[in-house]
């Protein structure tokens, strides 16, 4: 019997990883972009997490007159700052974000259907 190796279990934790990587002075700092829907076929997209230090309404600016749509920055008590656009400009919204060089194609995430 004293081939055998007894290994005792010890505490593993499943999201160590994980959290070494928010914690992390290297953290990714996703762009969320999502859609809501309203009424009817009314949707709004939502985009989240910029850097602070991005002029959000001069962002918005931009966005309004490249994609001919309406939209505005509400502050949000946990997510602080988002913007809104109408309709669905997910796709719109990540390209123009990735061609104007305010965020790398690999820190965006696109939720929704």
Known sequence: MSDLDVQIPTAFDPFADANAEDSGAGAKEYVHIRIQQRNGRKSLTTVQGLKKEFSYNKILKDLKKEFCCNGTVVQDPELGQ????????????STFLVQVGIVKKDNIKIHGF
Do not use: A, H, P, Y
């Open 82 to 93: 988002v913007i809104q656009l109408q309709g669905d400009q997910r796709k719109n919204v």
